[in-house]
């Protein structure tokens, strides 16, 4: 397995950034992908999710802004954030839930991205 998160980067409040997320190891196109994100000093959270069949699930905390979507050709998954908050710093991951839900079987990370929101 191998999940290369990439697209973060420092921003001022109210911008916008899209995540990317490309996947190996793994056969992408029968897996739900998600988005995660931890803050300085916080748990880990779940932002987003998306089937196989490209339904979606977005925390209430940021559904009026965040967008997950995926291409499954293309063995990627996007996260596209707008209106963004200095809140919105975390390092962002994207991660298989149905396998993340399993920690004593599974427990992979990729490194992440890092998302700044400071003027």
């Known amino acids: 397995v191998q999940l290369v998160e990439s697209g973060g980067g420092l921003v001022q409040p109210g911008n916008s950034l899209k995540l990317s997320c490309t996947a190996t190891g793994r056969d992408f196109e029968i897996y739900n992908m998600g988005w995660y994100r931890q803050a300085p000093g916080k748990q880990r959270e779940l932002l987003a999710t998306i089937t196989v069949k490209g339904y979606t699930n977005v925390a209430d905390s940021v559904k009026e802004r965040f967008t997950i979507s995926r291409d499954s050709a293309k063995f990627t998954v996007w996260l596209q954030m707008t209106n963004l908050t200095p809140e919105d710093t975390a390092i962002y991951y994207c991660?298989?839930?149905?396998?993340?839900?399993?920690?004593?079987?599974?427990?992979?990370w990729g490194q992440g991205t890092q998302v700044t929101v400071s003027s």
């Open positions: 991660n298989y839930p149905d396998l993340v839900s399993r920690p004593w079987e599974y427990d992979y």
